[in-house]
C-alpha cells in the first residue's frame, strides 16, 4: 500500500473521475448569486505531506472562497490569542444535528453556541477577534494565518460585496438572539466581520498548507490547541453529517459552502479539495467521496488499526 507522500497524479486520476460522477448529483448553491455561477465541473485537489511532500492536481488555479472551512481557524487564532479558557466560556464543542444555521437549535440552547464550526459558534467568535473594527480583525487574522502556513490567502472583494448585498437573514437573526443572549457584543461588527473572513478566499494549495497547521507540530502553535481544533472539526466539522463521515472516513474535517473542503490527517498531512456542488447538508459531494476513496484504499482513519 503506498503511503500519502509517494502519490503521483497517476493515482489520483481515477479517484478524482468517481468523485465527479458522485459531484454531478450535487447542486451548486444558489443563495449568493456570485458562489451560484462557478463550474459544477471544476475539481481541484491538493495534499501537503508534514515531511515536505506535496502534490496539486487537476483545477488547481481555480480560487474560491473558503466560507465556512475558515471556521476551525478561527477558533485556532482565539485559542493562540486568549486561551481556551475563555474561548469555551463563548461556545460549547457539542456536535448539531441542525443545520449550520439554525436559529431553532441556538433558541433550544439558551442562546449557547453549541459549537463553532456552525454559524451561531462562528458569529460569536467573530464579535471576539482582536481590532478595532472588522476590516482591522479580518486583515490581522489574514496576515496571522498567511504567515503562520506560508499560505497567501486574500480578501475577495467582489464576494464580499455580494455577500453583503445578499445578507442572510438567518445569519442576522442568529446574531440578534446572540445579542440578546449575553453571547455576542456588536451585532452589526460581528456580521461584518463573520461575512469579510468567510471570503478569505485561495486556491487548494492555501487550504492544504493552513491544514498541515493542524497536523504537524509546529513550535508556534500549542499543540492542546490544535489538538482540540482537530477534535471539534473531527465531531463538528460536517455539521449534522459529521458523526457519519467520522465513522466512514475517520478524519477530522471542515466543509465550506463555496466547495472547499479540508481533511486533517494527524501527523501525516492535508488533503484540501475543491469542488462546488454540495449535498443537502451544505458538504461538497465529490469532495468528500474522493476524500472517502482515498482514505479508504491508504488506510488513513485514524481508527486504522
Ligand atoms: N457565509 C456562509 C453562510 O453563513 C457560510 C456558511 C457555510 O459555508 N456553510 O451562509
Request: proline fraction near 8%; aromatic fraction near 4%.
Given at each position: 500500500m503506498k503511503q500519502l507522500?509517494?502519490?503521483?497524479?497517476?493515482?489520483?486520476?481515477?479517484?478524482?473521475?468517481?468523485?465527479?460522477?458522485?459531484?454531478?448529483?450535487?447542486?451548486v448553491p444558489d443563495r449568493i448569486p456570485q458562489l451560484a455561477v462557478a463550474d459544477p465541473r471544476y475539481f481541484a485537489v491538493h495534499i501537503c505531506c508534514t515531511t515536505g511532500e506535496s502534490i496539486g492536481y487537476q483545477d488547481t488555479a481555480c480560487v474560491f472562497p473558503l466560507m465556512s472551512v475558515i471556521k476551525p481557524f478561527l477558533l485556532l487564532y482565539l485559542l493562540e490569542k486568549l486561551g481556551a479558557e475563555k474561548v469555551l466560556q463563548w461556545v460549547g464543542v457539542e456536535?448539531?444535528?441542525a443545520p449550520f444555521n439554525s436559529l431553532e437549535q441556538l433558541i433550544a440552547d439558551g442562546g449557547r453556541p453549541r459549537n463553532p464550526m456552525i454559524n451561531s459558534g462562528a458569529i460569536t467568535l467573530a464579535d471576539k477577534l482582536p481590532g478595532k473594527d472588522a476590516n482591522q480583525r479580518t486583515q490581522q487574522f489574514c496576515q496571522w494565518l498567511n504567515q503562520l502556513a506560508s499560505c497567501q490567502l486574500t480578501l475577495d472583494e467582489s464576494m464580499l460585496a455580494c455577500v453583503r448585498l445578499s445578507r442572510s437573514p438567518t445569519n442576522l437573526a442568529i446574531a440578534h438572539h446572540l445579542h440578546s443572549s449575553g453571547y455576542l457584543e456588536n451585532i452589526e461588527s460581528a456580521i461584518d466581520t463573520y461575512e469579510q473572513i468567510c471570503c478569505l478566499s485561495g486556491q487548494v494549495a492555501d487550504l492544504a498548507l493552513l491544514g498541515k497547521l493542524l497536523a504537524a507540530e509546529n513550535h508556534l502553535l500549542k499543540p492542546q490547541n490544535c489538538q482540540l481544533v482537530n477534535g471539534v472539526m473531527f465531531t463538528c466539522g460536517l455539521y449534522q453529517a459529521s458523526a457519519e463521515f467520522a465513522i466512514r472516513i475517520g478524519l477530522p474535517m471542515k466543509s465550506g459552502v463555496g466547495g472547499g473542503l479540508l481533511a486533517v490527517i494527524p501527523r501525516v498531512g492535508a488533503i484540501a479539495c475543491y469542488s462546488p456542488p454540495l449535498d443537502s447538508v451544505g458538504n461538497p459531494l465529490g469532495a468528500i467521496a474522493f476524500i472517502e476513496a482515498l482514505s479508504g484504499s491508504l488506510q488513513l482513519s485514524v481508527f486504522s488499526p
Open positions: 507522500s509517494q502519490l503521483t497524479a497517476k493515482d489520483l486520476s481515477p479517484w478524482i473521475q468517481q468523485a465527479q460522477i458522485q459531484a454531478a448529483k450535487g447542486l456536535p448539531s444535528t
